[in-house]
Protein backbone atom coordinates (compact mmCIF):
# COMPACT_ATOMS: atom_id res chain seq x y z
CA UNK A 1 0.00 0.00 0.00
CA UNK A 2 2.19 2.25 0.92
CA UNK A 3 4.59 1.41 -2.40
CA UNK A 4 1.38 2.51 -4.41
CA UNK A 5 1.59 5.71 -2.90
CA UNK A 6 4.82 6.87 -3.12
CA UNK A 7 4.30 5.60 -7.23
CA UNK A 8 0.95 8.08 -6.79
CA UNK A 9 2.84 11.22 -5.37
CA UNK A 10 5.71 10.74 -7.96
CA UNK A 11 2.76 10.66 -10.54
CA UNK A 12 1.53 13.91 -9.31
CA UNK A 13 4.55 15.85 -9.07
CA UNK A 14 5.66 13.74 -13.48
CA UNK A 15 2.39 15.70 -14.27
CA UNK A 16 2.86 19.05 -12.20
CA UNK A 17 6.05 19.11 -13.79
CA UNK A 18 4.67 19.82 -17.41
CA UNK A 19 2.44 22.79 -16.40
CA UNK A 20 2.12 26.42 -16.93
CA UNK A 21 4.69 26.04 -19.84
CA UNK A 22 4.17 29.83 -20.75
CA UNK A 23 6.43 31.11 -18.45
CA UNK A 24 9.49 29.37 -19.02
CA UNK A 25 12.40 31.17 -20.26
CA UNK A 26 13.12 32.21 -23.63
CA UNK A 27 16.92 31.21 -23.33
CA UNK A 28 15.53 27.26 -22.80
CA UNK A 29 12.36 26.57 -24.43
CA UNK A 30 10.90 22.93 -24.29
CA UNK A 31 11.61 21.97 -27.56
CA UNK A 32 16.11 21.99 -26.62
CA UNK A 33 16.04 21.17 -23.13
CA UNK A 34 16.12 17.32 -24.18
CA UNK A 35 19.62 18.51 -25.15
CA UNK A 36 20.77 19.87 -22.53
CA UNK A 37 22.04 18.19 -19.16
CA UNK A 38 19.42 17.83 -16.60
CA UNK A 39 19.55 18.05 -12.75
CA UNK A 40 16.50 16.05 -11.27
CA UNK A 41 16.02 16.62 -7.66
CA UNK A 42 13.78 14.41 -5.30
CA UNK A 43 13.65 15.78 -1.49
CA UNK A 44 11.87 13.92 1.28
CA UNK A 45 11.94 12.50 4.93
CA UNK A 46 11.96 8.28 5.75
CA UNK A 47 9.66 7.04 7.93
CA UNK A 48 9.94 6.96 11.79
CA UNK A 49 10.14 3.57 11.87
CA UNK A 50 13.07 3.17 9.45
CA UNK A 51 17.27 3.62 10.82
CA UNK A 52 18.90 5.90 8.95
CA UNK A 53 21.62 3.84 8.64
CA UNK A 54 19.35 1.34 7.70
CA UNK A 55 18.09 3.66 4.92
CA UNK A 56 21.53 4.59 4.02
CA UNK A 57 22.68 1.43 2.90
CA UNK A 58 20.01 0.32 0.89
CA UNK A 59 19.76 3.85 -1.22
CA UNK A 60 23.75 2.62 -1.70
CA UNK A 61 22.27 -0.58 -2.99
CA UNK A 62 19.82 1.31 -5.24
CA UNK A 63 22.36 3.53 -6.63
CA UNK A 64 24.59 1.33 -7.81
CA UNK A 65 21.98 -1.61 -8.95
CA UNK A 66 19.43 0.03 -10.32
CA UNK A 67 20.28 3.97 -11.24
CA UNK A 68 23.80 3.92 -12.37
CA UNK A 69 22.89 1.06 -15.15
CA UNK A 70 20.34 3.43 -16.43
CA UNK A 71 20.65 5.25 -19.86
CA UNK A 72 22.18 7.93 -19.94
CA UNK A 73 22.71 8.34 -16.33
CA UNK A 74 25.71 11.02 -15.45
CA UNK A 75 26.06 11.46 -11.51
CA UNK A 76 23.58 10.10 -7.90
CA UNK A 77 24.08 12.34 -4.99
CA UNK A 78 22.54 11.19 -1.66
CA UNK A 79 22.46 13.72 0.94
CA UNK A 80 20.88 14.64 4.51
CA UNK A 81 20.46 18.06 6.47
CA UNK A 82 20.82 18.90 10.02
CA UNK A 83 16.83 18.40 10.45
CA UNK A 84 17.52 14.11 9.13
CA UNK A 85 15.78 15.10 5.56
CA UNK A 86 17.15 13.16 2.69
CA UNK A 87 17.77 14.71 -0.75
CA UNK A 88 18.55 12.62 -4.30
CA UNK A 89 20.19 14.49 -7.29
CA UNK A 90 20.52 12.27 -10.45
CA UNK A 91 22.56 14.04 -13.48
CA UNK A 92 21.73 12.53 -16.58
CA UNK A 93 22.05 12.98 -20.06
CA UNK A 94 18.77 14.41 -21.52
CA UNK A 95 14.98 14.91 -19.77
CA UNK A 96 14.12 11.73 -21.85
CA UNK A 97 16.82 9.58 -19.95
CA UNK A 98 15.70 11.61 -16.65
CA UNK A 99 11.96 10.38 -17.09
CA UNK A 100 12.72 6.99 -18.89
CA UNK A 101 14.59 5.89 -15.52
CA UNK A 102 11.52 7.04 -13.56
CA UNK A 103 8.93 5.10 -15.66
CA UNK A 104 11.00 1.90 -14.83
CA UNK A 105 11.69 2.94 -11.55
CA UNK A 106 7.93 3.21 -10.63
CA UNK A 107 7.31 -0.59 -11.93
CA UNK A 108 10.41 -2.43 -11.15
CA UNK A 109 9.89 -4.23 -7.86
CA UNK A 110 13.61 -4.92 -7.25
CA UNK A 111 13.17 -1.31 -5.67
CA UNK A 112 9.82 -1.26 -4.10
CA UNK A 113 11.41 -2.31 -0.22
CA UNK A 114 13.29 1.21 -0.99
CA UNK A 115 10.15 3.78 -2.24
CA UNK A 116 8.37 2.21 1.33
CA UNK A 117 11.45 3.28 3.58
CA UNK A 118 10.41 7.22 1.74
CA UNK A 119 7.25 9.37 4.00
CA UNK A 120 5.28 9.61 0.76
CA UNK A 121 3.98 12.81 1.95
CA UNK A 122 7.08 14.57 2.41
CA UNK A 123 8.59 13.86 -0.92
CA UNK A 124 8.84 16.35 -3.47
CA UNK A 125 10.81 16.20 -7.16
CA UNK A 126 11.59 18.25 -9.86
CA UNK A 127 14.26 18.54 -12.92
CA UNK A 128 15.93 21.60 -14.52
CA UNK A 129 17.73 21.68 -17.47
CA UNK A 130 21.60 23.27 -15.88
CA UNK A 131 23.71 25.63 -17.45
CA UNK A 132 26.62 23.58 -17.53
CA UNK A 133 27.52 19.79 -16.98
CA UNK A 134 28.41 18.93 -13.05
CA UNK A 135 32.00 19.07 -12.28
CA UNK A 136 32.68 18.99 -8.73
CA UNK A 137 33.13 15.26 -7.47
CA UNK A 138 35.49 16.65 -4.54
CA UNK A 139 32.41 17.60 -3.46
CA UNK A 140 31.04 17.20 0.29
CA UNK A 141 28.24 19.68 0.70
CA UNK A 142 25.22 21.55 -1.46
CA UNK A 143 23.14 24.30 -0.88
CA UNK A 144 20.12 23.85 -3.58
CA UNK A 145 17.73 26.69 -3.60
CA UNK A 146 14.74 26.39 -5.58
CA UNK A 147 12.27 29.18 -6.59
CA UNK A 148 9.75 31.46 -9.26
CA UNK A 149 11.05 35.34 -9.89
CA UNK A 150 8.74 37.56 -10.12
CA UNK A 151 5.82 38.56 -12.90
CA UNK A 152 7.30 40.42 -15.35
CA UNK A 153 11.05 40.10 -14.62
CA UNK A 154 13.35 40.84 -17.26
CA UNK A 155 14.97 37.12 -17.86
CA UNK A 156 17.85 38.42 -19.66
CA UNK A 157 18.31 40.62 -16.58
CA UNK A 158 17.97 38.45 -14.42
CA UNK A 159 20.35 36.01 -16.17
CA UNK A 160 23.36 38.48 -15.88
CA UNK A 161 22.63 39.53 -12.19
CA UNK A 162 22.60 35.27 -11.42
CA UNK A 163 26.29 34.93 -13.05
CA UNK A 164 27.50 38.00 -11.44
CA UNK A 165 26.68 36.06 -7.99
CA UNK A 166 29.02 33.47 -8.76
CA UNK A 167 31.57 36.26 -9.78
CA UNK A 168 31.44 38.90 -7.76
CA UNK A 169 31.03 36.32 -4.53
CA UNK A 170 30.65 32.70 -4.41
CA UNK A 171 33.57 31.88 -6.75
CA UNK A 172 35.65 34.02 -4.58
CA UNK A 173 34.86 32.20 -1.10
CA UNK A 174 37.36 29.62 0.17
CA UNK A 175 36.06 26.12 -0.56
CA UNK A 176 34.21 26.79 -4.02
CA UNK A 177 33.66 24.35 -6.22
CA UNK A 178 31.20 24.78 -8.87
CA UNK A 179 28.05 26.61 -9.34
CA UNK A 180 24.99 25.53 -11.42
CA UNK A 181 21.93 26.96 -12.71
CA UNK A 182 19.09 25.59 -14.16
CA UNK A 183 15.06 25.95 -15.18
CA UNK A 184 12.47 23.87 -15.21
CA UNK A 185 9.72 22.88 -17.92
CA UNK A 186 7.48 25.23 -16.18
CA UNK A 187 9.80 27.87 -15.31
CA UNK A 188 11.11 27.40 -11.84
CA UNK A 189 14.85 28.32 -11.48
CA UNK A 190 16.99 26.62 -9.46
CA UNK A 191 20.56 27.09 -8.14
CA UNK A 192 22.89 24.10 -6.99
CA UNK A 193 26.40 25.57 -5.17
CA UNK A 194 29.03 22.61 -4.33
CA UNK A 195 31.34 23.21 -1.58
CA UNK A 196 34.32 21.02 -0.27
CA UNK A 197 32.36 20.55 3.07
CA UNK A 198 29.80 21.74 5.32
CA UNK A 199 31.83 24.54 7.11
CA UNK A 200 33.09 25.99 3.52
CA UNK A 201 29.05 26.78 3.11
CA UNK A 202 28.67 27.97 6.47
CA UNK A 203 31.26 30.44 6.00
CA UNK A 204 30.22 31.88 3.01
CA UNK A 205 26.45 32.13 4.14
CA UNK A 206 26.65 35.10 6.28
CA UNK A 207 28.45 37.18 4.51
CA UNK A 208 26.66 36.57 0.83
CA UNK A 209 23.30 37.32 3.02
CA UNK A 210 24.87 41.11 4.07
CA UNK A 211 26.38 41.41 0.86
CA UNK A 212 24.25 43.78 -1.69
CA UNK A 213 24.53 41.60 -4.29
CA UNK A 214 22.13 39.18 -2.47
CA UNK A 215 20.01 41.86 -1.57
CA UNK A 216 19.20 42.43 -5.49
CA UNK A 217 19.63 38.83 -6.32
CA UNK A 218 16.70 37.62 -3.81
CA UNK A 219 14.81 40.72 -4.81
CA UNK A 220 13.84 39.05 -8.11
CA UNK A 221 12.53 36.18 -6.66
CA UNK A 222 8.60 35.48 -5.46
CA UNK A 223 9.82 34.90 -2.07
CA UNK A 224 6.77 32.38 -1.30
CA UNK A 225 7.93 29.93 -3.41
CA UNK A 226 11.59 30.24 -2.41
CA UNK A 227 12.62 26.45 -0.65
CA UNK A 228 16.43 25.66 0.39
CA UNK A 229 17.95 22.67 1.05
CA UNK A 230 21.82 22.50 2.53
CA UNK A 231 23.04 18.95 2.59
CA UNK A 232 25.93 16.83 3.61
CA UNK A 233 26.56 13.99 1.29
CA UNK A 234 25.83 10.54 2.53
CA UNK A 235 29.32 8.65 1.03
CA UNK A 236 31.16 12.12 2.21
CA UNK A 237 33.42 12.46 5.03
CA UNK A 238 33.20 15.46 7.16
CA UNK A 239 35.88 17.90 7.39
CA UNK A 240 37.74 17.61 11.15
CA UNK A 241 36.44 21.02 11.93
CA UNK A 242 32.73 19.67 10.55
CA UNK A 243 32.87 16.45 12.88
CA UNK A 244 33.57 18.52 16.13
CA UNK A 245 30.66 20.66 15.30
CA UNK A 246 28.61 17.52 14.93
CA UNK A 247 30.18 16.01 17.86
CA UNK A 248 29.21 19.19 19.97
CA UNK A 249 26.29 19.77 18.19
CA UNK A 250 24.89 16.01 19.35
CA UNK A 251 24.36 17.40 22.59
CA UNK A 252 21.42 18.93 21.47
CA UNK A 253 20.24 16.02 18.74
CA UNK A 254 20.84 13.10 20.71
CA UNK A 255 22.66 11.89 17.56
CA UNK A 256 25.19 9.01 18.43
CA UNK A 257 26.74 8.98 15.04
CA UNK A 258 29.33 12.02 15.80
CA UNK A 259 30.64 9.58 18.88
CA UNK A 260 32.73 7.13 16.11
CA UNK A 261 34.67 10.38 15.34
CA UNK A 262 35.93 9.41 18.97
CA UNK A 263 39.18 6.58 19.08
CA UNK A 264 37.66 4.54 21.01
CA UNK A 265 40.63 3.08 22.36
CA UNK A 266 42.81 6.44 22.84
CA UNK A 267 41.04 9.62 23.76
CA UNK A 268 43.26 11.63 26.19
CA UNK A 269 41.10 13.79 28.29
CA UNK A 270 42.67 17.14 29.30
CA UNK A 271 39.33 18.41 31.37
CA UNK A 272 40.73 17.73 34.73
CA UNK A 273 36.97 16.95 35.69
CA UNK A 274 36.72 14.36 33.28
CA UNK A 275 38.37 10.76 33.33
CA UNK A 276 40.17 9.40 30.41
CA UNK A 277 38.70 8.02 27.45
CA UNK A 278 35.28 7.44 26.27
CA UNK A 279 34.33 5.93 29.79
CA UNK A 280 34.98 9.22 31.20
CA UNK A 281 32.92 10.89 28.24
CA UNK A 282 30.19 8.62 28.66
CA UNK A 283 30.05 9.04 32.67
CA UNK A 284 29.66 12.82 32.14
CA UNK A 285 26.62 12.83 30.04
CA UNK A 286 25.27 10.41 32.22
CA UNK A 287 25.05 13.01 34.97
CA UNK A 288 23.20 15.51 32.47
CA UNK A 289 19.94 17.27 33.87
CA UNK A 290 16.90 16.10 32.67
CA UNK A 291 16.80 18.57 29.37
CA UNK A 292 20.31 17.24 28.82
CA UNK A 293 23.60 19.26 27.77
CA UNK A 294 23.22 22.29 25.02
CA UNK A 295 26.04 23.80 22.50
CA UNK A 296 25.60 26.33 20.39
CA UNK A 297 29.24 26.33 18.00
CA UNK A 298 29.96 30.05 17.72
CA UNK A 299 33.24 30.02 16.22
CA UNK A 300 35.15 26.67 14.50
CA UNK A 301 38.25 26.63 13.13
CA UNK A 302 41.14 24.21 11.69
CA UNK A 303 44.76 24.05 12.55
CA UNK A 304 46.24 20.65 10.34
CA UNK A 305 45.43 17.95 12.84
CA UNK A 306 43.65 20.35 15.27
CA UNK A 307 39.97 22.01 15.45
CA UNK A 308 39.07 24.60 18.12
CA UNK A 309 35.81 26.10 18.92
CA UNK A 310 34.49 28.91 20.77
CA UNK A 311 31.13 27.61 22.11
CA UNK A 312 28.02 28.74 24.22
CA UNK A 313 27.12 25.65 26.47
CA UNK A 314 24.71 25.23 28.94
CA UNK A 315 26.68 22.63 30.84
CA UNK A 316 26.27 22.77 34.71
CA UNK A 317 24.47 25.82 34.08
CA UNK A 318 25.38 28.85 31.04
CA UNK A 319 28.77 28.73 30.31
CA UNK A 320 31.50 29.93 27.47
CA UNK A 321 34.35 27.68 26.31
CA UNK A 322 36.76 26.87 24.33
CA UNK A 323 37.47 23.46 23.39
CA UNK A 324 40.88 22.02 21.27
CA UNK A 325 40.22 18.68 19.89
CA UNK A 326 43.51 16.94 18.07
CA UNK A 327 43.15 14.08 15.23
CA UNK A 328 44.86 11.29 14.73
CA UNK A 329 44.67 9.16 11.69
CA UNK A 330 41.18 10.40 11.02
CA UNK A 331 39.70 10.13 14.67
CA UNK A 332 39.77 12.54 17.71
CA UNK A 333 42.55 11.35 19.95
CA UNK A 334 42.87 14.31 22.68
CA UNK A 335 40.76 16.90 24.09
CA UNK A 336 41.32 19.88 25.97
CA UNK A 337 39.25 23.06 27.20
CA UNK A 338 38.58 25.72 29.42
CA UNK A 339 35.26 26.82 30.41
CA UNK A 340 33.63 29.98 32.10
CA UNK A 341 30.03 30.70 33.60
CA UNK A 342 28.39 33.24 31.44
CA UNK A 343 28.61 36.88 32.44
CA UNK A 344 26.92 39.97 32.36
CA UNK A 345 28.16 42.54 29.40
CA UNK A 346 31.40 44.04 30.01
CA UNK A 347 31.72 47.76 30.18
CA UNK A 348 31.54 48.65 26.65
CA UNK A 349 28.52 46.35 26.51
CA UNK A 350 30.02 43.43 24.70
CA UNK A 351 29.61 39.93 25.61
CA UNK A 352 31.76 36.53 25.95
CA UNK A 353 30.21 35.47 22.35
CA UNK A 354 29.20 38.23 19.79
CA UNK A 355 31.73 39.86 17.38
CA UNK A 356 33.10 38.98 14.34
CA UNK A 357 32.55 35.25 13.02
CA UNK A 358 34.31 35.34 9.02
CA UNK A 359 37.62 33.75 8.49
CA UNK A 360 39.73 35.31 6.08
CA UNK A 361 42.90 35.49 4.83
CA UNK A 362 43.68 32.11 5.36
CA UNK A 363 47.13 33.14 3.30
CA UNK A 364 47.91 35.06 6.89
CA UNK A 365 47.95 31.86 9.01
CA UNK A 366 51.06 31.22 9.94
CA UNK A 367 51.84 35.16 9.60
CA UNK A 368 48.76 36.01 12.10
CA UNK A 369 50.11 32.84 14.57
CA UNK A 370 53.43 34.25 14.93
CA UNK A 371 51.55 38.20 15.96
CA UNK A 372 49.64 36.49 18.67
CA UNK A 373 52.90 34.25 19.93
CA UNK A 374 55.12 37.56 20.13
CA UNK A 375 52.09 39.54 21.90
CA UNK A 376 52.13 36.49 24.80
CA UNK A 377 55.83 36.04 25.17
CA UNK A 378 57.05 39.64 24.73
CA UNK A 379 54.19 41.82 26.60
CA UNK A 380 52.68 38.83 29.21
CA UNK A 381 55.68 36.58 29.56
CA UNK A 382 58.11 38.97 29.57
CA UNK A 383 56.53 42.22 30.40
CA UNK A 384 57.72 44.46 27.76
CA UNK A 385 54.71 47.06 28.20
CA UNK A 386 56.46 49.53 25.87
CA UNK A 387 55.51 46.77 23.12
CA UNK A 388 51.85 46.78 23.31
CA UNK A 389 50.82 49.52 20.54
CA UNK A 390 53.11 47.36 18.63
CA UNK A 391 50.85 44.43 18.94
CA UNK A 392 47.49 46.16 19.45
CA UNK A 393 45.62 48.41 16.92
CA UNK A 394 45.91 51.57 19.20
CA UNK A 395 42.65 53.09 17.76
CA UNK A 396 40.68 49.78 16.94
CA UNK A 397 40.63 46.91 19.62
CA UNK A 398 37.37 45.19 20.85
CA UNK A 399 37.16 43.53 23.48
CA UNK A 400 35.04 40.93 25.18
CA UNK A 401 37.07 40.02 28.58
CA UNK A 402 33.61 40.48 30.53
CA UNK A 403 35.50 43.03 32.75
CA UNK A 404 37.22 44.96 30.51
CA UNK A 405 36.35 47.61 27.84
CA UNK A 406 37.34 48.29 24.37
CA UNK A 407 40.45 50.01 23.29
CA UNK A 408 43.96 50.15 24.65
CA UNK A 409 42.89 52.53 27.76
CA UNK A 410 40.34 49.77 28.91
CA UNK A 411 43.26 47.21 28.96
CA UNK A 412 45.61 49.96 30.54
CA UNK A 413 42.99 50.58 33.33
CA UNK A 414 42.30 46.82 33.97
CA UNK A 415 45.87 46.33 34.32
CA UNK A 416 45.61 49.67 37.28
CA UNK A 417 42.71 47.90 38.76
CA UNK A 418 44.80 44.62 39.65
CA UNK A 419 48.09 46.73 41.06
CA UNK A 420 46.26 48.94 42.77
CA UNK A 421 44.27 46.15 44.60
CA UNK A 422 47.16 43.64 45.15
CA UNK A 423 45.91 41.23 42.57
CA UNK A 424 47.64 39.74 39.72
CA UNK A 425 47.82 38.70 36.03
CA UNK A 426 50.53 37.01 35.51
CA UNK A 427 51.52 34.41 32.43
CA UNK A 428 54.16 31.98 33.73
CA UNK A 429 54.02 29.58 30.08
CA UNK A 430 52.80 29.54 26.26
CA UNK A 431 51.71 26.29 25.83
CA UNK A 432 50.11 26.65 22.31
CA UNK A 433 49.30 28.38 19.58
CA UNK A 434 46.65 26.91 16.83
CA UNK A 435 45.06 29.50 13.66
CA UNK A 436 43.12 29.50 10.47
CA UNK A 437 43.09 32.97 8.95
CA UNK A 438 42.50 36.28 11.07
CA UNK A 439 41.69 34.07 14.49
CA UNK A 440 44.35 32.50 16.82
CA UNK A 441 43.89 30.87 19.82
CA UNK A 442 46.69 30.78 22.35
CA UNK A 443 46.59 28.50 25.42
CA UNK A 444 48.78 29.96 28.51
CA UNK A 445 49.26 28.85 32.18
CA UNK A 446 49.55 31.52 35.11
CA UNK A 447 48.54 33.01 38.13
CA UNK A 448 45.59 35.02 38.08
CA UNK A 449 43.51 36.89 41.12
CA UNK A 450 45.38 36.34 44.44
CA UNK A 451 47.86 33.87 42.72
CA UNK A 452 45.11 31.43 41.87
CA UNK A 453 46.94 28.42 39.59
CA UNK A 454 45.00 29.67 35.94
CA UNK A 455 44.79 28.33 32.34
CA UNK A 456 44.30 31.43 30.03
CA UNK A 457 42.83 30.56 26.74
CA UNK A 458 42.47 33.62 24.60
CA UNK A 459 41.12 33.89 20.90
CA UNK A 460 42.56 37.47 18.86
CA UNK A 461 41.35 38.36 15.95
CA UNK A 462 43.67 39.99 13.39
CA UNK A 463 43.73 42.18 10.75
CA UNK A 464 46.77 43.93 9.02
CA UNK A 465 49.04 42.63 11.49
CA UNK A 466 47.67 43.74 14.15
CA UNK A 467 44.71 42.46 17.23
CA UNK A 468 41.45 44.13 16.69
CA UNK A 469 39.73 41.80 18.80
CA UNK A 470 39.81 39.47 21.88
CA UNK A 471 38.00 36.85 23.54
CA UNK A 472 38.97 35.08 27.05
CA UNK A 473 38.53 32.77 29.07
CA UNK A 474 40.03 32.55 32.22
CA UNK A 475 39.59 29.65 35.00
CA UNK A 476 41.44 28.31 37.74
CA UNK A 477 43.39 24.89 37.18
CA UNK A 478 42.40 22.23 40.56
CA UNK A 479 44.22 21.09 42.77
CA UNK A 480 45.99 17.62 41.57
CA UNK A 481 44.51 16.03 44.35
CA UNK A 482 40.76 16.83 42.85
CA UNK A 483 41.68 15.58 39.10
CA UNK A 484 40.45 12.80 37.52
CA UNK A 485 42.73 12.11 34.93
CA UNK A 486 46.74 12.41 35.67
CA UNK A 487 47.36 14.26 31.55
CA UNK A 488 47.57 18.09 33.12
CA UNK A 489 45.53 20.78 32.34
CA UNK A 490 47.97 21.67 29.21
Known sequence: MKYTFILSCIAFMLGSCTTNKNNIESSIKSKSMNDMTIMEVTSFSINSNVKSSDFKNRDVQVGNDFTNKQPGFIKRQSGVNDKGEYVVIVFWEKMSDAKASMSKFMTDASVADYAQMIDGPTMKMARYAMDKPFDADKSQFVEVMSFDLKSGTDITKFNSLNQKVETDFTSKRDGFLQRLTGVSEDGKQAVAVYWESKSSSDAALKPFMASPIAGEFMGEMDQSTIMMGRYNFLNAKPSKKDQVVSLLNSFNTGDQTPISYINPNKYIQHNLGVADGLAGFGAVMQHAPPSG??????????????????????????????????????????????????????????????????ITDLHKTEANKKVAEDFITNVLLNHEMDKVASYINPTNYIQHNPAVADGLDGFGAAMKYFAENGLVMEYTKLHKVLGQGNFVLTMSEGKFGKGDHTAFYDLFRIEDGLIVEHWDVIAPIPAKSEWKNQNGKF
Open 293 to 358: FKANVIRAFEDGEFVFTHTEYDFFGPKAGFDVFRFENGQIVEHWDNLLEVQKPNPSGRTQFDGTTE
